[in-house]
């Protein structure tokens, strides 16, 4: 039998091993089998046709994992697919895909896990029949009650954009679809961005589907919980499965909907291992296994949102808010006209300080957003010079003033602040520019309560619910009242449903505007209005309700698309520049990257990839729609005294640079190891399809 098991890239196996088995054995079968001196889990795959088992020296399986139902026919290729797509070995796609606990146990192990299980969920609970009856759910709106009939009365299975305002009641529609899959029997798969997202998108699906079994799959599970509920999932168990992009491989034998909620999230785009995109991998399961999918956003991703207009996918307009709420009115600040403190920047202009305590004192509450955390970005000596670089990384180390470190955020390197200035002994030395901690200190400066006593301000970022629990306790006293200002990343801007929240302010969003990256606009253009839709969630509030937005370049077409919550303008104008450029989505990227100790070496590898790829006969048709663009360093060049290159492949056909990439395998692999080029060889290197950030 033909076995998918985790063999490192760089070993130089093939995709799949040979083993013999002394009993037919079905693929998707769980099996151990012996590799070198170790025993690892692997996947029987379907034989190859011309599979010619003759060889002498196969060895055998060393053990099926009974009990455990094989994976999918569907599930199967799914992983080969991703696995063809993404450039990556079938066995690392495959097994990744599975619970790290699954891969640990031997067969015994699997059976005792299995039945704790089925002593625990007891019998029938996947027929349970006391979900909410018809009478309790809330009455659609005219809008929610188009796009539900619109989805079931779809002559086939289709990708269905749904295009919501923030408030709009997406969330009720995906429970009606998934309501509808589940009383035919289907399983109802549904991803979202943030981990921090799942436990309230949990709530309201178990308050929906009482005595449904409802597995989660996120990366804040432990090994234990999320081997239970990959089960519940894999053995059909649970009616849904809700999860972060992870939860896009999970084995679903009944699987009738996906739904992918904020599909526009940059999270869903994996940043190690196989770069897979959960959401264009969404997308090809529900084309393959014929089922519907919902990709749910305010602000599509302009792929998305192409589809949808050539017709690929179908889509559907909720433009108004639920209870007749309107979205807050978009104020600009601009900065050029602000009084500029002396010596130091400022955080905020007296109009939007004015407009933060005139909240305070109604008692409604205000968040304020920048994308930076720390105290300061950099410590600066005005005498020297001198700023607090980071020793291994072409980065700066961030000022945070709490525990007064200095803390790369690339590579971790942590000091203690220095007293003086390390190069010239000036004793002088200060911040520059400002993070979240130093905003939430100056608000606490700046803002009173009615009774004169200092504003209460919460803090939510990477740094302040770096252990468990505290970003739940920090967010129940933001719902509580016990917050009047709450500072935050962009972890705060997404999904939640603040009810006492009338204001949303950017301190700084400019930054996005005049970044190479030519996603930088689109980025920046989704998160304002996601923002803007944690202000005036309730009503009867929504009238009075306001986003700020201090800015230095007030007439940028950005921020004017803005003012008006005009999507599908920015969006137009947005891809006539795409188009113009030859960029996604007119284009398709990939990008090769390779790390070493120089950066001539990481280039010497990128360049000798170039060249053998040009001197391939079999490359030369694909060279003529495939651009291969010289190698350069990438945003961050040096991380951990890391030299890293990158080299960008793109073509306005997916098929060609599919194949161009194809043929790049066996050379990268081959040259990888007999490159010694003059400046020595490379460490590592890694292919990002479609990549988002370049
Ligand atoms: P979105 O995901 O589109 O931003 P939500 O699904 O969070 O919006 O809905 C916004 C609010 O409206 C939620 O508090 C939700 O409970 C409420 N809501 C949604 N649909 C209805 C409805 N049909 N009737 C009453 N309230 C609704
Ligand atoms: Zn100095
Ligand atoms: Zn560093």
């Known amino acids: 039998v033909t076995v998918a098991v985790d063999a490192p890239q760089h070993s130089g196996l093939s995709e799949v091993l040979t083993y013999t088995a002394s009993q037919p054995v079905p693929p998707g079968t769980l099996v151990r089998v012996p590799l070198g001196r170790r025993v690892v889990s692997g996947v029987v795959m379907p034989h190859p046709p011309q599979d010619d088992l003759g060889d002498a020296d196969l060895r055998p399986i060393e053990q099926v994992i009974e009990g455990l139902p094989p994976m999918g026919t569907a599930w199967l290729q799914l992983a080969q697919f991703a696995a063809r797509y993404y450039q990556r070995s079938l066995g690392e796609v495959a097994l990744a895909a599975l619970p790290p606990e699954l891969r640990k146990l031997d067969a015994p192990q699997v059976l005792t896990r299995l039945k704790r299980l089925h002593k625990a969920v007891g019998p029938g609970a996947a027929v349970a029949q006391e979900s909410v009856g018809p009478a309790e759910l809330p009455p659609l709106t005219e809008e929610q009650q188009r796009v539900v009939q619109a989805l079931e009365s779809a002559a086939a299975p289709a990708t269905t954009l749904l295009h919501g305002a923030t408030g709009s009641g997406k969330t009720e529609v995906y429970l009606r679809a998934a309501a509808r899959a589940v009383a035919q029997g289907r399983q109802a798969l549904v991803l979202v961005p943030e981990i921090n997202l799942t436990p309230q998108l949990e709530a309201r699906f178990a ?70 995109s959960a959401r264009d991998l969404a997308v090809w399961r529900g084309r393959h296994e014929q089922l519907p999918v ?30 007749g709420g309107v979205l807050p009115r978009v104020r600009l600040v601009d900065m050029n ?15 939007l300080q004015a407009a933060l305590e005139g909240r305070i004192a109604k008692g409604e509450q205000s968040l304020v957003f920048l994308n930076r955390r720390g105290y300061a970005p950099v410590l600066f000596c005005g005498d020297c010079g001198w700023k607090s670089g980071c020793p291994n990384c072409s980065a700066w180390r961030v000022f945070h003033k709490l525990d007064r470190t200095l803390r790369c955020h690339h590579c971790g390197y942590t000091e203690r602040v220095p007293k003086a200035c390390p190069d010239c002994g000036n004793l002088d ?111 009867s509030q929504s009238a009075q309700s306001e986003m700020w937005v201090q800015t230095w370049h007030p007439t940028h077409p950005l921020y004017q698309a803005l003012r008006q919550y005009d999507y599908s303008g920015f969006a137009q104008a947005q891809l006539d520049e795409r188009a113009a450029a030859s960029v996604p989505p007119y284009a398709h990227m990939a990008l090769l990257r390779a790390e070493a100790k120089t950066a001539a070496a990481a280039t010497g590898f990128l360049q000798a990839v170039s060249q053998a790829l040009q001197d391939l006969p079999e490359a030369q048709a694909l060279l003529e729609s495939v651009f291969i663009y010289p190698p350069v360093p990438t945003p961050v060049a040096k991380v951990a005294n890391v030299e890293r290159i990158q080299m960008l492949l793109e073509s306005p056909s997916r098929v060609a640079l599919q194949k161009l990439l194809a043929l790049a395998q066996p050379l990268l692999h081959e040259l990888r190891h007999g490159y010694k080029g003059p400046q020595g060889g490379i460490l590592r290197w890694a292919l990002d399809v479609d990549p988002q950030a370049i």
Not at 295 to 302: D, E, I, R, Y
Request: hydrophobic share 40%; net charge positive.
């Open 207 to 276: 308050e929906r589907f009482k005595g449904h079994v409802i597995a989660t799959l996120h990366s804040g599970l432990t090994p234990a919980q999320r081997l239970r509920h990959w089960l519940l999932a894999h053995l059909g168990v649970a009616d849904l499965v809700l999860g972060t992009r992870m939860a896009v491989f999970a084995s679903l034998p009944r699987l009738g909907l996906i739904v992918v909620d904020e599909e526009h999230d940059p999270s869903y785009k994996s940043q190690d291992g196989a770069r897979y």
């Open 337 to 351: 006209l602000q009084p500029r403190a002396v010596g130091q920047s400022l955080a905020l202009s007296p109009p």
């Open 429 to 539: 030395i200060a911040p520059m520019g400002r993070g979240t901690e130093r905003l939430e200190e100056q608000l606490a400066q700046a803002l009173k309560r009615p009774d004169g006593s200092p504003a209460r301000i919460g803090r939510i970022d990477a740094d302040s619910t770096r252990h468990k629990g505290e970003l739940e306790s920090q967010l129940a006293a933001v719902h509580a009242g016990e917050v009047d200002v709450l500072v935050g990343t962009q972890m705060v801007t997404k999904g939640h449903d603040f009810r006492r929240m009338t204001l949303v302010a950017a301190v700084n969003p400019d930054g996005a505007l005049f970044s190479s990256d030519f996603r930088a606009a689109e980025r920046l253009f989704a998160l304002l209005m996601q923002a803007a839709g944690r202000a005036g969630r309730e009503a």
């Open 294 to 323: 919902i990709l749910g956003s305010a602000t599509p991703s302009l792929e998305t949102w192409l589809h949808a207009q050539q017709g690929r996918y179908a889509r559907q307009d909720m433009p108004a808010r639920v209870g």
